[in-house]
């Protein structure tokens, strides 16, 4: 859910600059058509092989850190028993004074154990969580950059003046398109043609035109 909110947002600020790029492309062709192309980016993003490489090395990285987590749970949980046996026995009048005030004192260290061990676990959430949506961030943004150099490459090859993105489910695109010109399939084909065969998919989703009244 991350990664799509990041990707997201990379989205809607290349939708600013094909806006900005449209007005200033207009400007200096008022007297010529412009020859528009559209790349359906969500589709894309989740399409590129090396996104699902991208969603595993995160996996990882969070399963070892779930991992590190759990084992300081445990830690704390144990923590927990001791000084509930401590008190218990602390206030058992079958024990003797001695025994009593021994485990009073023993009590006390184990609280001060606790309460570091709760502080060290907060703390390592924080950095867990800092450290995975920097990694979704850079990741994300690596693709979204790949992705742009292959849809840069398509456009000088097509002569196309302006791409924009056809995707449904962002905010502020292409309100209407015939699915002419859509380049999403080529893009993607580009994108995977190194895949490894781990990654490798067979029939990539591409964005079908919608379907007309007299269909519907």
């Known amino acids: 859910m991350k990664s799509k909110t990041i990707i997201h947002l990379r989205l809607i600020k290349l939708v600013t600059l094909t806006f900005a790029l449209a007005i200033i492309t207009g400007t200096i062709y008022s007297q010529e058509s412009l020859k528009i192309a559209t790349v359906d980016m969500s589709k894309t993003f989740d399409s590129y092989w090396k996104t699902t490489l991208s969603n595993n090395q995160i996996k990882e990285r969070e399963a070892d850190f779930n991992k590190i987590e759990q084992g300081m749970v445990d830690d704390i949980k144990l923590i927990q028993e001791e000084y509930s046996r401590l008190v218990q026995s602390a206030q058992d009048p079958a024990n003797s004074a001695a025994k009593r005030e021994e485990d009073t004192k023993k009590a006390r260290l184990k609280a001060a154990e606790n309460d570091r061990s709760l502080r060290s676990l907060s703390e390592y959430r924080q950095n867990k969580q800092r450290t995975m949506g920097e990694m979704r961030a850079r990741l994300s943004k690596a693709r979204v950059d ?68 007299s269909e519907k």
């Open 146 to 213: 790949e992705i742009k150099e292959v849809i840069s490459a398509k456009a000088k090859q097509g002569g196309y003046d302006l791409i924009v993105n056809s995707a449904q489910n962002d905010t502020g695109l292409v309100l209407y398109t015939v699915g002419k010109n859509d380049l999403t399939k080529e893009v993607i084909e580009e994108l995977n043609k190194e895949a490894p065969e781990e990654y490798k998919i067979n029939n990539p989703a591409v964005v079908e035109p919608a379907p007309s009244a």
